[in-house]
């Protein structure tokens, strides 16, 4: 069963979690190497073989990554029946990589946002009896219970080096009230939005269908429009990619858009959508996809260069969680 113990650990001990404050955004090094995967929806073996030849795991499930900076983009649960486990193993390596130099951000996606509300259209048929059954799995969504604890203190987005990383895309609506502002909003407004079933709180629509959970236009629209839209956003974050999951690749590979502007990695990891295998690495401004068996170059933008006037209002983004 989940490690209930390590959850209030987190919540009575933010104190100490934010004493390794996360300083990852201009100060990471330029070969420190940064990992990211997708939707993960319910496929812990998948997933483990994932982290096995991404070398952050050994094969006992323990951190092995050294100072590596893994970001998991959220979707998590879902379409798959190892919700726990996956999330104990998240939990797990979270409080390990820092003991080794390295970090673990989980970030939240739409279907973290739609269990909290209780929105349960993609449950996967026995995951309720792997929680002890349905009420078990109510009780443990909810602001108070093991995992509904554990999701509500999530961010919504990181940005890594000049990386900015959410599970579906930051439009400029969002983009210019920029990180710090979407994941204060999602921290104000997901206890009133989940205990409202979704019907209120959510004020300026970081939930909504245009929010950095659900967004797909980066993913789907025709580039001549969207790239420059995607530029947009991206100057307004001060950084010269967004990674996101949520848009599926269905030939299980990860692509990228607009000259390498925007990097999908929501490549099918699920057996749901075919058991695809695939991570992202990037080291300084290389960006590689990495399969089990070979690694792939991918295209990248021009390294992020700020403004004389951004460097004038230039402070630490530091990557915290309350």
Not at 190 to 196: D, Y
Request: proline residues 4%; negative net charge; glycine residues 12%.
């Amino acid at each position: 069963m989940f490690k209930i113990a390590t959850f209030l650990l987190l919540v009575s001990g933010c104190i100490s979690f934010i004493s390794n404050i996360f300083v990852v955004a201009e100060l990471v090094s330029a070969d420190r190497r940064i990992v990211a995967l997708g939707d993960l929806h319910g496929d812990l073996a998948n997933t483990l073989e994932i982290l096995k030849f991404s070398n952050l795991i050994d094969d006992n499930l323990h951190w092995i990554g050294g100072d590596t900076i893994f970001v998991q983009t959220g979707d998590v649960l879902d379409r798959g029946i190892d919700t726990i486990k996956l999330y104990e193993l998240i939990q797990n390596l979270r409080d390990e990589a820092p003991l080794y130099g390295g970090l673990v951000i989980p970030l939240l996606g739409n279907h973290e946002i739609m269990n909290l509300v209780g929105d349960w259209r993609y449950v996967y048929p026995g995951e309720p009896e792997t929680f002890g059954g349905l009420e078990e799995r109510k009780l443990a969504f909810k602001k108070d219970g093991f995992l509904g604890e554990y999701l509500t203190l999530l961010n919504m987005t990181t940005r890594v080096g000049s990386t900015v990383f959410c599970h579906g895309g930051i439009t400029p609506y969002f983009s210019r009230h920029g990180i710090d502002w979407i994941n204060d909003q999602t921290h104000e407004s997901i206890v009133p939005f989940m205990e409202s079933h979704g019907r209120l709180g959510d004020t300026h629509g970081v939930f909504g269908g245009d929010g950095p959970t659900w967004y797909r236009g980066y993913a789907l629209d025709d580039e001549a429009e969207v790239c420059d839209l995607l530029a947009q956003a991206l100057e307004l974050l001060e950084a010269n990619r967004m990674v996101v999951g949520h848009t599926v690749q269905h030939d299980g590979a990860i692509h990228t858009r607009c000259g390498g502007k925007v990097i999908l990695i929501d490549i099918g990891i699920s057996s749901a959508y075919g058991g695809r295998k695939g991570a992202l690495e990037i080291r300084g401004n290389d960006v590689y996809a990495i399969y089990a068996d070979r690694k792939e170059a991918l295209p990248s933008p021009p390294p992020y260069a700020p403004s004389s006037e951004q460097i004038k209002k230039s402070h630490i983004v530091v990557h915290e969680e309350l």
